[in-house]
Structures are given as C-alpha cells and as structure tokens.
Antibody
C-alpha cells in the first residue's frame, strides 16, 4: 500500500529556508509512471499547487513560487524534498506531498500533511 | 485569488442532490480533465473524481462529475451527513505550465 509521509521543522524564522522531506513507501520514486509533488494550504484557506518532479529530472513549479522553490529527489532513501527560501508569514501553511501519474492531472494519494509556521 | 472559481458554500438536506461548480478558462478546464477532492477538517484531501467523470475505487456512485466547455461540475445525490466537507476542483493550466486548484466549496448537509 502506497504511503507518503512529510517531515520537517514545524517552525521557521522569517527570511530562512524551509526544507521538507516526503518519505515514500510502497512505490519507488524512480517509477517513471509518476511525478511526485507538493501542495500547501494556509490555515483556513484553499489548496495551492507548488510543484512536481519526475525521476527524469523534469520539474514544474507554480509561477508565483518559482523564484523561491526547488524540488529534488533522493533516490537512495526513496524520498523527495521541498526547499522554499525567503520564508515569510504568508508561507505559513500545511504542506502536503502527493503522487501524480504522468500525463494525468490528479494527485493520489496524499500524505497527511505537516504544519509549518513562519515566526520569529 | 484562485485560477478556478468555485462557490464558497452550498447546502442541501439529507437525501437531496447538490452540485458544485468549478469555472475556468480555455487554458485549463477547457483543455484538460478535471479532478475533485474531498477534505474533512484536519485531514488531507482525498480524490473523489478523476478524468472529469471517473470515480476511484471506494467512491460511491452517488458522486458524479461532468464538464461543459470551461466549467466542470461535481454532483452528489442521496446526500448524507458524512458528505459534509470541503470540495476542491483541480486541473492543469497550459498558460502557467502548472497545476491549479479552485478556492474550495464547503458543503453543508442541513
């Protein structure tokens, strides 16, 4: 059974860089049939698409975050990561990782999410 | 401001039918399939419709999906209190080369 689990700091200071990891079990991130992605949700607000990465290195990022975001793969640990720099209070959100089939538009399944708060 | 537009809330009585709309443009809904996600408070979104009108395993046939032009609709018949949740539409946008979501609709089963 495929499972994804986010991990990382729950608190980040303004201007610092957020680093989150998604650990995948039940599938390999080298599976060419899938992309691996990040989505976030500010408290009380809607979902925001952040970006996706494929094993072949292809990435797609939200234009609004593209200048600050990097998604990468760690094949040795079957993990993928999100780095978001220059964090501000507006980046406070629950961050989800999820799997997306190549050539498809939906995410399934999703991790449980991890809350990241930006505060000094 | 979300790329896809959904009504903030809809409501209906148990047993009744409700529809949730998702409006976009030719660069997103007009060109791609639509997915729908159900989210209960404090939990991760769950896929309830993919490729516009296909239900994942385990989703009852009370849920249906459709699309016309640049708008998509999620329908739920035989409403149950357990359907009360937030629902989000999502797709791809070719002008952004990125995925997009609607702002979400809170379904209340009165």
């Amino acid at each position: 059974q495929l499972q994804l689990q986010e991990s990382g700091p729950g608190l980040v200071k303004p201007s610092e860089t957020l680093s989150l990891t998604c650990t995948v079990s039940g599938d390999s991130i080298t599976n060419s049939a899938y992309f691996w992605g990040w989505i976030r949700q500010p408290p009380g607000k809607g979902l925001e698409w952040i970006g996706i990465i494929h094993y072949n290195g292809r990435t797609y990022y939200s234009p609004s975050l593209k200048s600050r975001v990097t998604i990468s793969l760690d094949t040795s640990n079957n993990q993928f990561s999100l780095n978001l720099n220059s964090m501000t209070a507006a980046d406070t959100a629950v961050y989800y990782c999820a799997r997306r089939a190549s050539g498809k538009i939906w995410f399934d399944p999703w991790g449980q999410g991890t809350l990241v708060t930006v505060s000094s | 401001q979300s790329v896809l537009t959904q009504p903030p809330s809809v409501s209906a009585a148990p047993g009744q039918k409700v529809t949730i709309s998702c409006s976009g443009s030719t660069s997103n809904i007009g060109s791609y399939y639509v997915a729908w996600y159900q989210q209960f408070p404090g939990t991760a979104p769950k896929l309830v419709m993919y490729e516009t009108d296909k239900r994942p395993s385990g989703i009852p046939d009370r849920f249906s999906g459709s699309k016309s032009g640049t708008s998509a609709t999620l329908g739920i018949t035989g409403l149950q209190t357990g359907d009360e949740a937030d629902y989000y539409c999502g797709t791809w946008d070719s002008s952004l080369s990125a995925g997009v979501f609607g702002g979400g609709t809170k379904l209340t089963v009165l």
